[in-house]
């Protein structure tokens, strides 16, 4: 059974940082692709950024460069997204995805919330 759990939401004022964590399960983890993404209310869901499955390759979204760093540690099954500087635009539901041999899965979410 496929598990993708993120946790590491709440409440932040603008400038303040949060780390999230999304934790897979049921599939090689090591050989996932491995992504954030967030949605808001009326929007579509919208890329933050991924990691290839070694770690070595990163990509991000320009409204996030220079703020977010996604880590992973395939030891632990686990992906990180680092959120610094955070401003209120980034106030958002964020999801965990993973793109595995076995298919492509998504966490439930985990709502960030920056206050101005």
């Known amino acids: 059974q496929v598990q993708v759990v993120e946790s590491g939401g709440g409440l932040v004022q603008a400038g303040g940082s949060l780390r999230l964590s999304c934790t897979a399960s049921?599939?090689?983890?090591?050989?996932?692709?491995m992504s954030w993404h967030r949605q808001t209310p009326g929007k579509e869901r919208e890329f933050v950024a991924e990691i290839s499955t070694s770690g070595g390759i990163t990509n991000y979204a320009d409204s996030v460069k220079g703020r977010f760093r996604v880590s992973r540690d395939n030891a632990k099954n686990t992906v990180y997204l680092q959120m610094d500087s955070l401003k209120p635009e980034d106030t958002a539901v964020y999801y965990c995805n993973a793109n595995s041999n076995r298919g492509n899965y998504w966490g439930q979410g985990t709502q960030v919330t920056v206050s101005s």
């Open positions: 049921g599939f090689f983890f090591s050989l996932a692709v």
